[in-house]
């Protein structure tokens, strides 16, 4: 369908947004912008406005960058820029008291034997564990959930150095000897591949502090993954990551290298057979029908949405 420049303008002008102006008029948000910067129009909403900034304030942590973008009528990658930018995704500290496994040697009855026994016996934590044969990080986790009092009491007469926060989750601790940075053996791994492959800056990765993954929007997800959205090569200062799970990750990695990721109608055939996979089971799925519309912006198109 065709429309002429005011009509064009008319548009942009009620809705601020050439994405949400083109889903208006049914063309390619690329289209209309493309046009009115051919007649030279200025674009008086080509920057964030401070209402569209407290808008992204208050849905980050909250929404996945796919429905901020949708909300806001920008693209995915310039939401998710903005959010790195403004330091929104950078919300982590304290995650909660981590739970020891469940199995019956950290259970809360022999959890609260254990205290018993090192208390009426004098020994160190470490000393017991070896005795008993049990491992320290989930004997100290099991202690710390089941008989908190009891390890208050144990952490406070046996530290070595005064309590202090972990340096890589912000938990207050109190170190049990004195080489001890990290509040467990955890914090320490993640911090050197944290330090190594992400030069510090894994937990800013937007949507892991909430634990949701920014592809399928699944909450509460265990080992996520940061990846690298525009790849590790083309991101030395590992400013652009978003959190997925391991199935997203591993699904966004292959169909990334695929050939075929910028041809619309490799992606509606694809869509179809996995629609059609997915609901092969329903007999009265005569079809299924999808349109792609793929479009690439320029450096200088994309400039207006960061």
């Known amino acids: 369908m065709r429309y002429d420049t005011e009509a064009l303008i008319k548009a942009y002008q009620e809705t601020g947004s050439i994405w949400k102006a083109g889903k208006k008029l049914g063309i390619p948000g690329q289209t209309v912008h493309s046009k009115l910067v051919a007649v030279g129009y200025k674009f008086a909403n080509s920057q964030w406005t401070d209402e569209e900034l407290d ?36 919300n982590y500290g304290n995650t909660g008291q981590r739970k020891p496994p469940r199995t019956t040697a950290y259970s809360k009855d022999n959890t609260k034997k254990y205290s018993q026994e090192i208390a009426s016996m004098g020994l160190r934590l470490r000393q017991y564990a070896l005795m008993r044969n049990l491992n320290l990080e989930n004997l100290v986790q099991a202690l710390q959930r089941y008989e908190p009092k009891w390890w ?46 992400f030069g510090g800056r894994r937990r800013e990765t937007i949507g892991l502090a909430e634990k949701t993954c920014q592809l399928c929007g699944r909450q509460n997800v265990k080992g996520l993954s940061s990846h690298h959205m525009i790849g590790k090569e083309n991101d030395p200062e590992n400013e652009y990551l978003v959190a997925l799970c391991p199935g997203c ?10 050939a075929f990721a910028g041809t619309s109608e490799v992606w509606e055939s694809l869509i179809q057979l996995a629609m059609i996979r997915k609901f092969g089971h329903d007999k009265n799925i005569g079809a299924v029908y999808c349109s792609v519309e793929i479009e690439i912006l320029s450096k200088e198109e994309a400039a207006l949405y960061e």
Request: charged share 20%; hydrophobic share 30%; glycine share 8%.
């Open 249 to 258: 990750h591993q699904l966004v990695t292959i169909l990334g290298s695929r």
């Open 55 to 90: 808008e992204l304030r208050e849905l980050a942590g909250h929404h996945t960058i796919a429905q901020i973008a949708s909300k806001l009528g920008r693209p995915y990658n310039g939401v998710a820029i903005k959010i790195s930018r403004l330091g929104l995704a950078n």
């Open 152 to 197: 208050q009491e144990y952490v406070e007469t046996h530290a070595a150095k005064p309590k202090t926060n972990c340096p890589y989750c912000n938990v207050e601790f109190w170190p049990l000897s004195g080489k001890q940075v990290y509040c467990s053996r955890k914090c320490g791994n993640d911090a050197r591949t944290d330090n190594g492959y």
